[in-house]
Nanobody, 127 residues
Protein backbone atom coordinates (compact mmCIF):
# COMPACT_ATOMS: atom_id res chain seq x y z
CA UNK A 1 0.00 0.00 0.00
CA UNK A 2 1.14 3.53 -0.77
CA UNK A 3 0.25 6.48 1.43
CA UNK A 4 -0.40 9.66 -0.52
CA UNK A 5 -0.73 13.23 0.72
CA UNK A 6 -1.75 16.06 -1.61
CA UNK A 7 -0.94 19.71 -1.00
CA UNK A 8 -0.85 23.02 -2.81
CA UNK A 9 -4.53 23.71 -3.35
CA UNK A 10 -6.11 27.04 -2.63
CA UNK A 11 -8.25 29.92 -3.82
CA UNK A 12 -7.02 31.74 -6.91
CA UNK A 13 -8.41 33.95 -9.63
CA UNK A 14 -9.05 32.94 -13.22
CA UNK A 15 -5.81 33.01 -15.19
CA UNK A 16 -3.64 32.29 -12.17
CA UNK A 17 -1.42 29.26 -11.60
CA UNK A 18 -1.09 26.65 -8.89
CA UNK A 19 1.23 23.71 -8.38
CA UNK A 20 -0.14 20.68 -6.61
CA UNK A 21 2.15 18.16 -4.97
CA UNK A 22 1.51 14.59 -3.94
CA UNK A 23 4.00 13.00 -1.57
CA UNK A 24 4.14 9.22 -1.43
CA UNK A 25 5.42 6.86 1.24
CA UNK A 26 5.24 3.21 2.10
CA UNK A 27 6.37 1.44 -1.07
CA UNK A 28 8.89 1.94 -3.86
CA UNK A 29 7.57 5.02 -5.61
CA UNK A 30 8.89 4.25 -9.07
CA UNK A 31 6.95 0.98 -9.12
CA UNK A 32 3.80 3.02 -9.62
CA UNK A 33 2.18 5.05 -12.30
CA UNK A 34 0.66 8.19 -10.84
CA UNK A 35 -2.49 10.00 -11.78
CA UNK A 36 -4.37 13.15 -10.91
CA UNK A 37 -8.15 13.11 -10.85
CA UNK A 38 -10.72 15.64 -9.72
CA UNK A 39 -14.16 15.58 -8.16
CA UNK A 40 -16.58 18.42 -8.74
CA UNK A 41 -18.70 19.39 -5.73
CA UNK A 42 -21.82 19.65 -7.84
CA UNK A 43 -21.41 16.02 -8.93
CA UNK A 44 -20.82 14.09 -5.69
CA UNK A 45 -22.11 10.76 -7.02
CA UNK A 46 -20.15 10.81 -10.23
CA UNK A 47 -16.86 9.07 -10.82
CA UNK A 48 -13.77 11.17 -10.41
CA UNK A 49 -12.68 12.86 -13.61
CA UNK A 50 -9.32 12.03 -15.10
CA UNK A 51 -6.90 14.96 -15.29
CA UNK A 52 -3.42 13.61 -16.01
CA UNK A 53 -1.21 10.56 -15.57
CA UNK A 54 2.50 9.85 -15.68
CA UNK A 55 4.36 6.61 -16.18
CA UNK A 56 6.86 5.01 -13.80
CA UNK A 57 9.90 6.98 -14.96
CA UNK A 58 8.03 9.98 -16.30
CA UNK A 59 8.72 9.08 -19.90
CA UNK A 60 5.07 9.05 -20.86
CA UNK A 61 2.19 11.31 -19.90
CA UNK A 62 -1.52 11.51 -20.60
CA UNK A 63 -3.87 14.47 -20.27
CA UNK A 64 -7.57 15.08 -20.41
CA UNK A 65 -8.52 17.25 -23.36
CA UNK A 66 -9.92 19.86 -20.98
CA UNK A 67 -6.49 20.52 -19.42
CA UNK A 68 -4.12 19.78 -22.30
CA UNK A 69 -1.80 22.71 -22.90
CA UNK A 70 -2.57 24.24 -19.49
CA UNK A 71 -1.60 21.54 -16.99
CA UNK A 72 1.68 19.64 -16.74
CA UNK A 73 2.25 16.49 -14.72
CA UNK A 74 5.75 15.60 -13.57
CA UNK A 75 7.40 13.42 -10.97
CA UNK A 76 10.59 13.36 -8.96
CA UNK A 77 11.36 9.78 -8.00
CA UNK A 78 14.18 10.93 -5.71
CA UNK A 79 11.61 12.81 -3.65
CA UNK A 80 8.74 10.32 -4.04
CA UNK A 81 6.58 13.17 -5.27
CA UNK A 82 4.34 13.83 -8.24
CA UNK A 83 3.35 17.34 -9.27
CA UNK A 84 0.59 18.98 -11.24
CA UNK A 85 1.44 22.43 -12.56
CA UNK A 86 -1.81 24.18 -13.40
CA UNK A 87 -1.66 27.35 -15.51
CA UNK A 88 -4.36 29.56 -16.96
CA UNK A 89 -6.84 28.27 -14.43
CA UNK A 90 -10.55 28.61 -15.16
CA UNK A 91 -13.56 28.61 -12.82
CA UNK A 92 -14.54 25.22 -14.25
CA UNK A 93 -11.29 23.79 -12.84
CA UNK A 94 -12.75 24.24 -9.36
CA UNK A 95 -12.76 20.80 -7.73
CA UNK A 96 -11.11 18.58 -5.18
CA UNK A 97 -7.96 17.15 -6.75
CA UNK A 98 -6.80 13.66 -5.83
CA UNK A 99 -3.66 11.78 -6.68
CA UNK A 100 -3.65 8.05 -7.13
CA UNK A 101 -1.03 5.31 -7.41
CA UNK A 102 -1.49 2.38 -9.76
CA UNK A 103 0.34 -0.15 -11.88
CA UNK A 104 -1.48 -0.53 -15.20
CA UNK A 105 -0.49 2.17 -17.68
CA UNK A 106 -2.82 0.88 -20.39
CA UNK A 107 -5.84 2.00 -18.35
CA UNK A 108 -4.26 5.03 -16.70
CA UNK A 109 -7.20 7.26 -17.65
CA UNK A 110 -9.56 5.19 -15.53
CA UNK A 111 -9.88 5.67 -11.79
CA UNK A 112 -10.08 1.91 -11.21
CA UNK A 113 -6.48 1.63 -12.39
CA UNK A 114 -5.43 3.16 -9.09
CA UNK A 115 -5.45 1.24 -5.83
CA UNK A 116 -4.31 3.95 -3.45
CA UNK A 117 -5.55 7.52 -3.13
CA UNK A 118 -4.84 10.61 -1.11
CA UNK A 119 -7.50 12.60 0.71
CA UNK A 120 -7.51 15.39 -1.86
CA UNK A 121 -6.80 19.10 -1.97
CA UNK A 122 -9.37 21.77 -2.81
CA UNK A 123 -8.76 24.07 -5.76
CA UNK A 124 -11.12 27.01 -6.15
CA UNK A 125 -10.88 29.38 -9.09
CA UNK A 126 -12.89 32.57 -8.92
CA UNK A 127 -13.98 34.49 -12.01
Amino acid sequence: QVQLVESGGGLVQAGDSLRLSCAASGRTFNNYIMGWFRQFRQAPGKEREFVAAISWTGGATEYADSVKGRFTISRDNTKNTVYLQMNSLKPEDTAVYYCGAGTNWSISRNSYAYNDWGLGTQVTVSS
